[in-house]
């Protein structure tokens, strides 16, 4: 199996198929089993690389989530208008929501019974992205571009939004959005948060 003109890694190919087992069968019906198999390497070696499916679950989130998306692209945005940021940052957001929505459905639908730890591990990933903008924020408070305000609960509140246009449209409604109409949310979207986080 390559990605472009390299070959994976044990570890890869071993990540490659817990996302794809995760995504059509949840945390919980995905046995290492299973993804060892798919992965071709014996399930020994999928616990040379991983000590657990705990820890190979959140490695699946490290690697395939927006929070490793997010930390590249702050960088990127810094020097864009705010505005222009944001509608950056949500666009990436909702394309990365999008091209891993097998697994965000089956995890929605199987949360609840999920082991103290797995919520633990998705807290923690989830408190990484706020994080990572709240950052961002932070630094054009401190620049005067920004009014003082919690930064984290302005990275919830934005992220929030469009996840909850996505879960709305994508999962509950299972409308597929065309590319105007999410041109429009987005610009709307940042036009109220900056509205109400932007210096007069």
Not at 7 to 24: D, N, W
Not at 46 to 62: A, D
Not at 66 to 93: C, D, G, N
Not at 108 to 134: C, V, W
Request: hydrophobic share 45%; net charge positive; proline share 2%.
């Amino acid at each position: 199996m390559k990605t472009g003109d390299n070959i994976l890694t044990t570890k890869e190919r071993a990540l490659a198929a817990a996302l794809r087992l995760f995504s059509a069968k949840g945390y919980l019906g995905a046995t290492t089993k299973e993804i060892s198999k798919s992965a071709g390497i014996a399930e020994v070696t999928l616990f040379r690389h991983f000590s657990s499916k705990e820890q190979l679950f959140e490695e699946v989130l490290n690697t395939y989530s927006f929070l490793p998306t997010i930390k590249s692209l702050i960088p990127e945005v810094e020097k864009l208008p705010y505005e222009e940021a944001l509608a950056v940052i949500a666009l990436r957001f909702l394309e990365t929501l999008k091209s891993r929505i097998e697994m965000i459905r089956i995890m929605q639908s199987e949360m609840s019974r999920y082991p103290e730890k797995i919520h633990k591990i998705y807290n923690s990933f989830i408190d990484g992205i706020i994080r990572t903008l709240a950052l961002y924020f932070e630094g054009l408070q401190e620049a005067g571009v920004l009014k003082e305000f919690d930064t984290e609960y302005a990275a919830r509140a934005f992220m929030g939004m469009f996840y909850s246009f996505f879960s709305a449209q994508e999962i509950l409604l299972g409308k597929k959005y065309r590319k105007a109409d999410l041109d429009l949310v987005i610009k709307e979207y940042v036009n109220i948060f900056a509205g109400g986080t932007l210096k007069k």
